[in-house]
């Protein structure tokens, strides 16, 4: 009986943990509205390189996520630009959910 408990539980937990990290995407911030956002297109030459920039190990429940939070970590940076290099997908092997993971390169434009 104890061992259908804790099996019960750790579902529960593991439910828990899900749920809060899909629901986790990332939110484009205020600063972040102001960055542009180029795919399959390199940046002006007017554009000063700021650096690499990518999402966290955990990645993002969404393709916007992941463009929200590479905006966002250019706008911290000072930049006004991001140029994104790729978008992978990588999916959970116990329940088959996809997250996804993506970096490119951090400017400001002039």
């Known amino acids: 009986m ?3 408990i ?3 539980l750790n579902l529960i937990f593991l439910t828990i ?4 990290i899909i629901g986790c ?5 205020k600063e972040g509205k102001f960055v542009k ?8 030459s007017n554009a000063e390189f700021l650096g690499d920039i990518e999402t ?13 939070y590479l905006r966002n970590k250019t706008a911290k940076m000072g930049g006004n630009l991001v140029v994104i290099d790729f978008i992978d997908v990588t999916y959970n092997r116990n ?10 390169r951090a400017y400001r434009v002039k």
Do not use: C, H, R
């Open 2 to 4: 104890m061992k259908i």
């Open 6 to 8: 804790m099996k019960s």
């Open 17 to 20: 943990i899900f749920i809060s």
């Open 25 to 29: 995407a990332t939110i484009l911030t």
């Open 37 to 44: 956002l180029f795919v399959k297109q390199e940046a002006p």
């Open 56 to 68: 966290s190990f955990l990645g993002e429940p969404s393709v916007k996520g992941v463009k929200n």
């Open 95 to 104: 329940d088959g959910t996809k997250m996804y993971s993506g970096d490119g």
